[in-house]
């Protein structure tokens, strides 16, 4: 989870009072591979749809300074397979995919609405959570970002800043 400084970013955390409003998935703890619903273009906050994430670049690389809370979830070899599936899916067909903006109302006041090739950043984690077998304690298209922070079995692994985190991990990596 992250919170950036783009204008919708603020907007959404005035209205939410969450510390965070963006939420990603990775297939591994250096989060050289990110993926969610958001912005295709740094500068506009439309259009948007299913992006790799990459710390330093895009939207991302604006800003110096973005507070994240990092967790874990346990997944079998065979769920993690799935996830690279289903990543591979959305990555093959981002075309057809776009952002859930309808969705930004019904979320919030907790109103079921599922739209078929439409997702919110949370909303896409969720289904690629449940498709994968990890057991979700509601629709996924009633999940908000900050869901995840007490989401079942998720371990908080860090909370600070994202580029200081990305920055220490790959420095790690390579002194291997």
Same mark, same amino acid.
């Given at each position: 989870m992250a919170q950036t400084g783009t204008g919708p970013a603020r907007f959404f955390r005035f209205i939410t009072k969450? !510390?965070?409003?963006?939420?990603?998935?990775s297939g591994d703890v250096t989060l050289s591979e990110m993926y969610s619903f958001c912005r295709t273009y740094r500068r506009f906050p439309l259009p948007a749809t299913f992006n790799r994430e990459t710390v330093g670049k895009g939207t991302l690389g604006n800003f110096s300074d973005i507070p994240?809370?990092?967790y874990r979830i346990p997944v079998t070899p065979e769920q993690k397979e799935n996830y690279y599936r289903i990543i591979r899916h959305f990555s093959d067909n981002r075309n057809v995919y776009s952002y859930n903006i309808l969705g930004l109302l019904t979320v919030y006041?907790?109103?079921e609405w599922t739209r078929k090739r439409n997702f919110l950043c949370s909303q896409f984690v969720a289904y690629t959570m449940d498709k994968v077998g990890i057991h979700l304690d509601k629709p996924y298209c009633l999940y908000k970002p900050d869901d995840f922070r007490s989401f !079942? $079995?998720?371990?908080?692994?860090?909370? $600070?800043?994202l580029n200081s985190f990305y920055s220490n991990v790959?420095?790690?990596?390579s002194a291997k």
């Open positions: 969450k !510390p965070f409003n963006h939420v990603s998935l994240c809370e990092i006041l907790d109103i !079942p $079995g998720a371990t908080l692994i860090y909370s $600070g800043e790959r420095s790690k990596a």
